[in-house]
Nanobody, 116 residues
Framework: QGQLVESGGGLVQPGGSLRLSCTASGFTFRNYTMKWYRQAPGLERELVAFIGPTGHTTNYINSVKGRFTISRDNAKNTVYLQMNSLKPEDTAVYYC?????????WGLGTQVTVSS
């Protein structure tokens, strides 16, 4: 049974930075692609970035390219999302996600609020 726990959210001013972390347990973390999603109020959940099992493959939605960086530490069973140059439109609950054993796993999310 997989478990994902996010941390690192908070309130930040426009232009600021945050680093989100997601620590995994209950499965062989190094074997699976990890994803970060976000959901803003009134909007659908959207995929922000993903990273392959070894960390060599990454991809991002256009709106965060050049500002966000996804990375992972397989020794620590943790995936990160470094978010720089944050904008008010980045305000959302950010979720960690993976898929294995024919089902998806989600964390509870961490709130990111970008406001002056």
């Amino acid at each position: 049974q997989g478990q994902l726990v996010e941390s690192g959210g908070g309130l930040v001013q426009p232009g600021g930075s945050l680093r989100l972390s997601c620590t995994a347990s209950g499965f062989t973390f190094r074997n699976y692609t990890m994803k970060w999603y976000r959901q803003a109020p009134g909007l659908e959940r959207e995929l922000v970035a993903f990273i392959g099992p070894t960390g060599h493959t990454t991809n991002y939605i256009n709106s965060v390219k050049g500002r966000f960086t996804i990375s992972r530490d397989n020794a620590k069973n943790t995936v990160y999302l470094q978010m720089n140059s944050l904008k008010p439109e980045d305000t959302a609950v950010y979720y960690c996600n993976t898929y294995f054993g024919l089902r998806e796993y989600w964390g509870l999310g961490t709130q990111v609020t970008v406001s002056s």
